[in-house]
């Protein structure tokens, strides 16, 4: 088989090309690759310095992900990158694309680095669970100092090649033929007669840091960070920098990067890239389906969620009109608009003219007929059926043929809204998370009859609105409110059961939660969550259900918006409130809800397990097309914690078989209603498979 990595020479100059389609990936063949063709380097003596480049869209973009989850083969990355930089004949890397990762690694261990100017540079390893471990945390702060280096690590974020130039990072920028400016670079340095630098030699420069600068970087990422690995694993490599000398910090980020590839964060989050990435291949829609342009949008529904739709939409510079049926609903829905807009203006996170430019692509009518050139309706009304129907009926009436009629209902049936149509192969569900204008996730929702044009249009849509669009089919609630409703019903449940409310919620925070089942419960509206439960047909024949939303309803406790919920309200802050705990005994007594005592443990298990039991059964429908695509729901929707990889992930993780054992235990406590075993999940653990093998 042919090396990825090829050697040949333009002069005096040694070209070494790495050619590893897609991404040029640091897979073990094109590692060997380097490694042989550098030792050519050495031996070429009529090679003065090395260019090292890539063919295709991209420099390198870091190691194979793959790999992590097998036994390191060897060479290992940094025993190349030693190599390279212990050349004696100057290197110069030539970037174009995304040098990331290991491949920005590699670009540090060459003497010098070019770069094409649309490039960009980083080391994104932190999303990943992971830290950089092939000398980056060490040369990094070399090149560019130790905060600049620090807050690149721990965001993960690329810089541009003009910033990665001022910072010192990039020796010099190339507007044309990047190889011919590589080369160019090398031919003065050698005609300069200098030594290359190596950047190991380069010393930390450390004049400008206070004596607790570590503390107080610590403190400054804690909330942003919390409970992910990576960060606090990135900052000790970069004190080794600080306080050792090179080697001796290098085996520090050595040991702490195997820390952080066998642990179960990084490889929850390598599960998400993949996911992430899964999740755009529908396996009955052909790739190459004809995509419908999409060059005018309506919203139908100006409230909160209509007009955080419509912002998705002027954000990337697709015009929206946005209906209403009253002059002053149309203005109350613009003034929530510009107001979201405003909120960024202040803070400086947005340009006054950016605003005004999204500001003027939204027009607000009160005639349906307006929407007749839309390519795209979508409905955001009120959750009631019989109201869907109405707005479908006039949108069939006025929209033109070809159009895509979409709703963002939460959880009632697509096919019967589309069956009020004559073009049920236009219809979709396209169900957005408020707030609209921030949540990533896109549930995308096909009927039984929507075409395959509309399916591929819909999810290239969502990803020209930064979405992470997953497609899943029709049931009550489809895939995260279906599985968010078994959550909610254990944390109700507890409450009945005698748990403080603040201590279900403390304890799924400190799992990694951004909130609570109770505090999202208040957040959402506790009278949503009623109405969705009474408009439930197959809602579970059991008097306790959800209990305690009926009777705090039943109050007027809506939650957030009322002041009272499950919680009371002192501006934003939930405060427990005595007479909740008070109302749940006495509706324990009425229904004979036994009073429990219930470890932490076997709070995480019911929230967690009758969650991914809900999963088998969503997967054994048909109604997700992999467990993934679930994960990525909930780490896009439900603030999930990208370390625990989704909930479906997190059951492989902890062993289905243990997930099963559990849920009969509870079967014992409660009967066969919650804590049957879906088959799927059931079949899984006696066979010790996996959801994602
Ligand atoms: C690292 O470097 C550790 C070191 O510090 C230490 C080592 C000792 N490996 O995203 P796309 C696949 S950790 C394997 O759709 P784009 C991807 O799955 C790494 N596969 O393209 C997809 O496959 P498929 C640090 C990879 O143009 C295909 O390539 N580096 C890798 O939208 C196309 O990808 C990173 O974290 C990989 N490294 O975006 C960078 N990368 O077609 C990760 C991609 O079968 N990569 N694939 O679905 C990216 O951020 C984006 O892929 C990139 C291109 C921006 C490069």
């Known amino acids: ?63 194979d992900i793959t790999e992590f989850d097998k036994p390191i083969e060897e060479p290992w990355l940094p025993k190349v990158l030693a190599q390279i930089e212990n050349s004696n004949k100057v290197v110069v890397a030539a970037i174009h694309g995304t040098a990331l990762g290991g491949g920005l690694e590699t670009a540090m261990s060459c003497h010098y680095r070019v770069a094409a100017t649309t490039a960009q540079v980083g080391l994104p390893e932190v999303s990943l669970g992971l830290l950089p471990g092939a000398t980056g945390t060490q040369r990094l702060p070399r090149l560019i100092g130790v905060q600049a280096a620090l807050d690149a ?24 033929d990047l ?49 992910f690995y990576a960060p606090e694993q990135i900052i000790q490599c970069v004190e080794a920098a600080v306080s050792l000398p090179f080697d001796e910090a290098v085996a520090v980020e050595n040991r702490l990067f195997m820390g952080c590839m066998t642990s179960s964060h990084s490889r929850a989050q390598r599960h998400l890239f993949f996911a992430e990435r899964e999740v755009a291949k529908i396996p009955d829609v052909p790739k190459d389906t004809a995509l419908r342009p ?65 500001m003027s ?85 096909r009927g039984g009859k929507t075409s395959h044009e509309v399916i591929a249009t819909s999810m290239a849509m969502a990803k020209t609105i930064r979405k992470m669009g997953v497609l899943v089919r029709v049931c009550f609630g489809f895939v995260g409110n279906r599985m968010f409703f078994p959550y909610v019903r254990e944390a109700q449940r507890m409450i009945l059961e005698g748990v403080p409310a603040e201590r279900i919620d403390r304890v799924a925070f400190e799992w990694g939660m951004a909130m609570g089942p109770n505090g999202v419960s208040d957040l959402s509206g506790l009278d949503v969550l ?40 002192e501006g934003r802050n939930a405060v427990p409130d005595a007479e909740v705990a008070a109302l749940a005994k006495a509706e324990a007594t009425r229904l004979n809800v036994p009073q429990i005592e219930v470890s932490d443990e076997e709070i995480i298990e019911r929230l967690l397990y009758s969650m991914i039991n809900e999963g088998a059964l969503i997967l054994d429908e048909g109604i997700a097309t992999r467990a993934s695509d679930i994960d990525v729901v909930f780490c896009h929707g439900y603030g999930m914690p990208r370390y625990r990889g989704g909930p479906m992930k997190y059951g492989d993780e902890v062993g289905l078989a243990t997930v099963v054992a559990a849920m009969e235990k509870y079967r014992k406590r409660y009967g066969d209603l919650y804590w049957t075993p879906a088959p799927l999940l059931a079949k899984l653990a006696a066979a010790g498979q996996k959801f994602t093998p």
């Open 1 to 63: 088989m042919s090396s990825p990595v090829s050697y040949s020479r333009e002069g005096r100059i040694a070209i070494i090309t790495v050619d590893n389609p897609p991404v040029n990936a640091l897979a073990l063949p094109v590692r060997a690759g380097l490694a042989s063709a550098f030792a050519q380097l050495a031996s070429d003596a009529d090679a003065a310095g090395a260019v090292l480049i890539c063919a295709g869209r991209t420099f390198i973009a870091g190691a």
């Open 294 to 358: 999409i060059k005018q949008v309506a919203v139908v529904g100006g409230g909160t969620m209509g007009g955080g739709i419509a912002m998705n939409f002027a954000n990337v510079g697709i015009p929206v009109l946005l209906k209403e049926i009253s002059q002053e609903a149309l203005d109350r829905g613009m003034s929530i608009i510009r107001a979201n807009y405003e909120g960024p203006v202040k803070k400086g996170k947005l340009s006054q003219e950016a605003m005004d430019k999204c």
């Open 530 to 569: 009623d109405k969705v439960n009474k408009e439930w047909k197959e809602k579970p024949a059991d008097p306790a259900y959800c209990r305690m939303i009926e009777v705090l309803v039943g109050m007027g406790r809506y939650g957030q918006k009322t002041g009272a919920g499950i919680y009371k309200y």
């Open 153 to 176: 690590m721990i965001s993960g974020r690329p810089l541009s090649a003009k910033v990665a130039h001022q910072k010192g990072l990039v020796d010099e920028l190339v507007e044309g």
């Open 179 to 227: 190889k011919a400016g590589a080369v160019a670079f090398a031919e003065r340095f050698i005609a300069s007669g200098q030594t290359p630098r190596k950047v190991r030699d380069i010393a930390v420069d450390t004049s400008s840091l206070p004596a607790d600068f570590f503390a107080t970087y610590r403190k400054n990422i804690a909330r942003e960070t919390r409970g």
């Open 361 to 445: 692509l939204i027009t607000p009518t009160l005639d349906y007929k307006d929407l007749a050139s839309a390519d795209l309706v979508i409905e955001a009304v009120f959750e009631t059926m019989a109201i869907k129907k109405v707005v479908f009926g006039e949108l069939d009436a006025v929209c033109k043929p070809g159009a895509i009629l979409a709703s963002n209902t939460s959880t009632l049936n697509v096919d019967e809204i589309a069956a009020c149509t004559k073009r049920p192969e236009d219809v979709i569900g396209l169900h957005f998370f408020a707030p609209a204008n921030v949540m990533s996730l896109l549930e995308i929702v």
